[in-house]
């Protein structure tokens, strides 16, 4: 396996496009004074009015965004404003060959804005989330539970970890390894991650919801600058943590998922999905709330508040098939 070259040290962001959220672009809005009249009278029923009362009640041509929606479902002389259109002595078959160049340039705009829209909702709400969270608050609530759990990646054990035969480390990226929606490594955990990488090399990988996630960044755009930034492989995927299975990172890393380490800050995502498909899982503290979305540190607090309740009442996290007792992994405050 080969990873990317470190780059500088730079701080990077990719804020979501919040533009999205708040209205379409603005060559898409239709004009509410410009409307299509699909009951409009007859010119002909007009005849016995005044000259200025014709013109005002008469609807204005419509302009081609508008008509686009009626244009999908005739041909293109059926269009309103394809008259006005058609200057003296141009052939119709031009201008029909322009109006349809004209709409193919508009479903491929619309369509890359709809992807954007998308991937920003995509980012807030996690529909595979949700629909995995019910099922384990109602029957498998040891999944939630994290084999170690750790304020950050300062606290891991990485050498221990090898010695045990783990052969890969797999990390979140948001509030584990960087602020949301930054590229870079948070500051005090750099040390760490070198270790990591002194020890494991390049068998250490993000698995995120975000960078690398198809919905999201379908273009690698996010990955490769992840990539870029931190010098860590970005593995590619299409369904969002909790669900899905391990096969792509079995197959980067080229061993069983038991054999690896999944490292995240979210109980019902990455610690639910390690667990849930064999790897020894490590939970982490959030390193940033105070950029988190609203909903997303209200939803914290609830997986945190139950995870809580779950281990009072006794409940114990999966078997791990590789170890039973998990303290050594965890590095004494005072060795920091």
Known sequence: MQTPSMAASTT???PIPKSFLLSPPSRYKRNPNNLISCSAKPIS??????????????????????????YQFSSPTEDPGFSNRISD???????????????KSLVISSNM????????????????????????IVKDRHLVLPHVSVRDLRYIDWGELKRKGFKGVVFDKDNTLTAPYSLAIWPPLRPSIEQCKAVFG?????????AGLTEYDHDDSKAKALEAETGIRVLRHKTKKPAGTAEEVEKHFGCASSELIMVGDRPFTDIVYGNRNGFLTVLTEP????EEPFIVRQVRR?????????????LKPVDHILVSDVTPFVKDPSDL
């Open 12 to 14: 990077l962001y990719y």
């Open 302 to 314: 609830l997986e945190l508040a139950l995870l809580k309740r779950w281990l009072r009442k006794g």
């Open 202 to 210: 390049h068998d250490i990988a993000v698995f995120s919801n975000s």
């Open 89 to 103: 002595g141009e052939p119709v078959e031009l201008v029909i060959r322009s109006v349809e160049e004209d709409n």
């Open 113 to 136: 804005w709809w992807a954007d829209l998308k991937a920003a909702l995509g980012q807030r709400i996690n529909v595979e989330g949700i629909v995995s969270s019910v099922s384990v």
């Open 287 to 290: 390193l940033s709330r105070a």
């Open 45 to 70: 029923s007009l005849q016995t009015t005044n000259h200025r009362t014709q013109k005002q009640n008469l609807p204005l041509p419509p302009t081609f965004e508008d008509s686009f929606l009626l």
